[in-house]
């Protein structure tokens, strides 16, 4: 089946500990975002990409960090710099189609809930 | 800078019932797209229904659809038949359709949650 996979469900931070999420598609999307979601509140774009090896930072990027080094991946480390860490994330993904257009619709992965110790 | 307002935090409806979530949106936009996402207890994010901006008719898609008013920069999302697996947090979003506008993505709305009561 394809879809969005992100792994772990949970994860645990200490304190000082940079942390990575991963998010994995097998959709052929190019696109690929990662969102934030704090309790009782919408989406907040951290990174996106559109193409292998190329990333741009969203509205709350600061203590994020993120690769694309294949296209079926894009895993976001959260790094010790981010002082708020514990949140809901989302992956999602997007088609680009060879015009440059942007299929409109986002499909989004099951979530990893991060927790801080 | 896009916005989308959701003035609803919390609706509920009895079941097989209708409900109408509201959502208003501010652009300087002409062309976009606009989307209703549900997020059932499992937080998986899933696609309900979306409106191309050129398109003057509603989107319908089984027991939901919209109703696009455009001018108004209006998005509300109508259930019928209401069930108990509708319950969840329905989140509006809006999208540029122009390609040098990449970078600002899907703006979301804060949400609204919906109750179907038994």
């Known amino acids: 089946d394809g879809g969005i996979t992100q792994s772990p469900k949970y994860l645990f931070r200490k304190e000082g500990q940079n942390v990575t999420l991963s998010c994995e598609q097998n959709?052929?999307?190019?696109?690929m975002y990662w969102y934030r979601q704090d309790p009782g509140q919408g989406l907040r774009l951290i990174y996106y990409?559109?193409?292998?090896?190329?990333?741009q930072k969203g509205d709350i990027a600061e203590g994020y960090s993120v690769s694309r080094e294949k296209k079926e991946s894009f895993p976001l480390t959260v790094t010790s710099a981010q002082k708020n860490p514990t949140a809901f994330y989302l992956c999602?993904?997007?088609?680009?189609?060879?015009?440059?257009?942007?299929?409109?619709?986002?499909?989004f992965g099951p979530g990893t809930r991060l927790l801080v110790l | 800078a896009q916005t989308v307002t959701q003035s609803q935090p919390e609706m509920s409806v009895q079941e097989a019932e209708t409900v109408t979530l509201s959502c208003t949106y501010d652009?300087?936009?002409?062309?976009?797209?606009l989307f209703w996402y549900k997020q059932p207890p499992s937080r998986q994010m899933i696609l309900v229904i979306r409106?191309?901006?050129?398109?003057?008719q509603n989107a319908t898609e089984n027991r939901f659809s919209v109703n696009f008013q455009k001018a108004a920069k209006s998005f509300s999302l109508k259930i019928s038949d209401s069930q108990l697996g509708d319950a969840a947090m329905y989140f509006c979003?809006?999208?540029?359709?122009?390609?040098?506008?990449?970078?600002?993505?899907?703006?979301f709305g804060p949400g609204t949650r919906l109750s179907v009561l038994p």
């Open positions: 999602a993904s997007s088609l680009i189609t060879l015009r440059g257009s942007i299929q409109e619709t986002q499909y």
């Open positions: 959709l052929n999307h190019d696109a």
């Open positions: 990409s559109q193409i292998v090896n190329d990333f």
């Open positions: 652009t300087s936009e002409s062309d976009y797209y």
């Open positions: 409106q191309e901006a050129y398109k003057q």
């Open positions: 979003a809006y999208r540029s359709a122009m390609w040098r506008n990449y970078g600002q993505n899907f703006v």
